[in-house]
């Protein structure tokens, strides 16, 4: 079953992020990454900001609907600074059932 790989490293001021499927026929080693300048101190403040609502889950890990809400709202924020967009389409449209994370 096809995996997808989800690779971001960090250079300086920028995240280079590649997104690719392990273990189909089509497979390459050699990746397409992309790269996107980012603001890290908004990545650790939403960072931070996801860190804070978690905390308020009660031991099941459930939220209240205002939380909930936020903690939807702060994560796609996250998600739309650390992703391009072409990254962000294949994540979307991917069929895979696991995704593996390399940072």
């Known amino acids: 079953m096809p995996t ?4 971001v490293t960090r250079e300086e001021n920028k995240l280079k992020v590649s997104a690719y499927e392990k273990g189909v026929a089509a497979e390459h080693s050699l990746r397409h990454y992309e790269e996107s300048a980012v603001s890290f101190p908004e990545i650790e403040n939403l ?3 996801i860190t804070a ?9 459930e939220l209240t609907t ?3 809400e936020e903690l939807r709202k702060t994560s796609q924020l996250l998600f739309d ?9 294949r994540l979307r449209g991917s069929q895979c059932q696991f995704l593996m994370f390399s940072i």
Request: hydrophobic share 30%.
């Open 4 to 7: 997808l790989v989800l690779e």
């Open 66 to 68: 205002g939380p909930s």
């Open 53 to 61: 609502l978690l905390s308020h889950a009660n031991k099941t890990g």
């Open 47 to 49: 960072c931070s900001q």
């Open 81 to 89: 600074e650390i992703f391009p967009s072409e990254i962000k389409s």
